[in-house]
């Protein structure tokens, strides 16, 4: 079974910077577009930055020039770097990505994945 693990979240104060890591475990055959989703409370679920298998990204207009996508395909993992943190940054910051990979019934699937989230305080 495919997960998404995510980690590097937690507390910080404005200004400041944190690294989010999100590593693909199971039997992966390929991993296609990628990205970094967050929640804040009481509001949608917004895509913050993807990335695709290319190295091609695209981020949203409030965290252009602060936050930077990047992937190591060898490792199955994409990272998030944040910096600049501002409070509105605080979030669940959730992993998704678009996965081929072998299913326990040994039939090859193409879907989306999510991660389990990690908190992301920004609070002086």
């Known amino acids: 079974q495919v997960q998404l693990v995510e980690s590097g979240g937690g507390l910080v104060q404005p200004g400041g910077s944190l690294r989010l890591s999100c590593l693909a475990s199971g039997r992966i055959l390929s991993i296609n577009d990628m990205g970094w989703y967050r929640q804040a409370p009481g509001k949608q679920r917004e895509l913050v930055a993807s990335?695709?298998?290319?190295?091609?990204?695209n981020y949203t207009d409030s965290v252009k020039g602060r936050f930077t996508i990047s992937r190591d395909n060898a490792k199955n993992t994409v990272y998030l770097q944040t910096s600049s943190l501002k409070p509105e940054d605080t979030a669940v910051y959730y992993c998704?990505?678009?996965?081929?990979?072998?299913?326990?019934?040994?039939?090859?699937?193409?879907?989306?994945?999510w991660g389990q989230g990690t908190q992301v305080t920004v609070s002086s």
């Open positions: 990335i695709t298998s290319g190295g091609s990204t």
């Open positions: 998704n990505a678009v996965i081929v990979a072998v299913q326990a019934s040994g039939v090859i699937v193409g879907r989306n994945y």
